[in-house]
């Protein structure tokens, strides 16, 4: 096991992977192995829990992880165990394994409905400071509601898949009038993401003491954002065509149950909230995060650090609100944070806020600098919590920018 | 065949229907009946397209759509030769047929992904004159843009299916804080969708030219809305738990070729649109429109009259817009219109425009009026296209609202 590994025996986060002739089929991350699941199903480790192989030879995680958390839980907890034995009947199979290195990873889940919400205060402070004014930066239902919005879930694509630069409608600086053109102004957003576990009927609603139950597990997710586009098209409406472009998720899993020793208090909410939000325990997460960006050919510099604690409306009380009016989640909807910024500009999640909106250029390690991402850059965000010298982590998801078609 | 059926030899639309002992399965609707194209198939009446019959066994018409158009057009024209011919190898058959007071009728397509339009001027003319500023009622990219944003697939339900009026927050009269209630301010939205009927690759962009070939069908969509959780939620991100409880559809699609007698001239667009949404040829359809509110054991009273002819942005800009950005479609992708408001108050698509805000109630024959939708009223839409004696129409989509949870 390498040190300082994301993918410690306390992770052994879910994923999707091809190798060799291995089509796609479920897999844990291991040091910088993967575990193949469906193999270790063959061998009958799983007979006990009454998992049948048949789930782990999969395009996508959703089958297994509608089997429901006592048994998911049981099957990562077997894995742990078959990982850890000294006397492990699987230990020394090498056929069980593969290299990291040498495998592909797939989308880890169907993406049934996405929503992406716009939880961080500071975030959204800084917006509202750019764009509205910088004495009442906040909209007036921002600390009463998890404000979020519908995705397009069709373009949410996995780490190392490249993005092209996007075209759509932008108005030029002093016209009037809009041209086609390819956004002048694409941004990344640095954002988590949890994968709904457990469906609900219409008319259902989720409670802050229940949403947990609902929550599998988390991927660190770059909401790629054309700033030009999105100007022009989101009123009234909100964003559209200046994200559906792509969205980018890292491939592993992790479970909330991996999680669970890094929750964090939150932030004091005032005003109270309603009822319905009030929530009790830990709700927020410890995990600290990063963006790198990688010029064609060059090293990278990291440019934000950031960290998932630094959520007002924590991921109860999202999916509750989301639920409030009886919407019906599905096992594999997916639901974003919103941009994670910290408190100052060492910590902002996008370059919207790091260089304010064109102003202040942000400088790489190659002498160069960038107020929006150029053609051919890389994007790189990693995630990884630690405390007591346990380390579970996220990998990366990385995606470079190509030029426009 | 009975007169004036909206299911005429010249229409022959699919379902998904289930009848007796028959589970979930493709049919065409005809008169009064449905013919069950799985039991059609299997005396190998489609062996000559090569179409399996296990197609029709189905939940979901995606796999039937999937085929493609030179597939599934030669199956309705096979249809369509079967009912019509005098020495038709069905004929007698009764087997074949279910009469559709007897069958259940599904959701006709797994729904990948939803989006919603704003593209009728009158409605968008309405709001704006509503909310904003009456003189100025479109926003400046109204005129440039067909607006759009994405909705909630999950809750797309099928017409028959009682909603349940939707609790959220809103803001009451004279206050500065909300409160979690159920909407005082229920409605609906006249509007057609057309269903995506072929795929694209992310970065791959439709033209006005083909967009067509992308277009399966058509149905009736009613995209209920809470006006009062929408207005204090919408700001800046758009319509979200407003509308998310419930959308509900006409269970039969009408295919394009179908609709095509009943094509007509669209809008003149002043400002002239950017070249890419320029467009050739009749892509306006006309389809009469109208919705009924039935108030709890009494008789309908039908509030408008409209006309998906209404549409400032016709179905094939709305689609090459969706994908300039390189944002990638699937088969069974929801694609809705927006509400189709008329010139006038005789043909406004919902209770918010009819009754403008409140202030001029609807009478109903039974004596009551309604500025919203009451509890345990049910909202009937229909639509039919008409012409030289030739009818193709989509029946209806009804929901009943019942009392919040």
């Known amino acids: 096991m390498p040190q300082n590994s994301d993918f410690s025996i306390y992770n052994l986060p ?3 992977f091809s190798a060799g002739r291995k089509k796609a089929r479920v897999g844990v991350a291991i040091g ?16 006990e829990i009454g998992v049948k192989k048949e789930v782990f030879d ?3 995680l959703n089958d297994f992880i509608a089997l429901g958390k006592p048994i998911t839980n049981a099957v990562r907890l077997k894995v742990q165990q078959l990982l850890s034995d000294q006397n492990s009947p699987i230990k020394g199979n090498d ?3 593969e290299k990291q290195a040498d495998a592909n990873m797939h989308l880890p889940v169907f993406v049934r409905d996405y929503t992406d919400f716009y939880s961080s205060i500071e975030h959204a402070t800084n917006v509202g400071k750019m764009f509205r004014d910088p004495d009442n930066a906040l909209l007036p239902n921002w600390k009463h509601i998890p404000v979020g919005y519908h995705g397009r879930a069709s373009s949410i694509v996995v780490s190392g898949t490249d993005i092209h630069r996007p075209k759509g409608q932008v108005v030029p600086k002093d016209a009037k009038s809009p041209v086609c053109k390819a956004s002048g102004r694409l941004d990344f957003e640095l954002e988590m993401a949890f994968i709904v576990g457990k469906e609900t009927e219409l008319g259902e609603s989720i409670t802050t003491a229940n949403a947990e139950d609902h929550i599998f597990g988390f991927v660190i997710f770059n909401d790629w954002s054309a700033r030009d586009i999105q100007k022009w098209e989101y009123v009234p409406l909100g ?4 994200k559906s472009f792509a969205s980018s998720i890292s491939p592993w899993v992790v479970t909330l149950e991996a999680l669970e020793p890094f929750k964090v208090e939150g932030y004091e909410q ?3 909230v309603l009822p319905y939000l009030e929530y009790n325990g830990k709700k927020n997460i410890d995990i600290n995060l990063q963006v790198g960006i990688q010029p064609d050919g060059g090293g990278e510099t990291i440019v934000t650090n950031s960290n998932y604690k630094y959520m007002y409306w924590n991921m109860v009380q999202q999916l509750t ?7 019906n989640v599905n096992v594999g909807d997916m639901m974003a944070s919103g941009t994670i910024s910290g408190k100052d500009e060492t910590g902002f999640g996008s370059m919207l806020e790091l260089a304010w909106a064109g102003t202040k250029p942000v400088k790489l390690n190659d002498g160069t600098s960038r107020v929006f991402i150029n053609d051919n850059d890389t994007v790189v965000m990693r995630g990884h919590a630690e405390k007591d010298g346990i380390r579970v982590g996220f990998g990366e998801v990385k995606g470079k920018v190509l030029p426009s078609f």
Chains 1, 2 share one sequence.
């Open 32 to 47: 910088n192995q993967i575990l193949d699941l469906y193999a270790v199903a063959e061998l009958g480790h799983f007979d």
């Open 14 to 16: 879910f994923g999707i």
């Open 95 to 97: 056929g069980l394994f």
């Open 270 to 272: 005032d005003p109270s």
């Open 321 to 327: 609100h989301h639920t409030v009016n009886g919407c």
């Open 239 to 242: 964003p559209f065509l200046g």
């Open 58 to 60: 999969n395009e996508y």
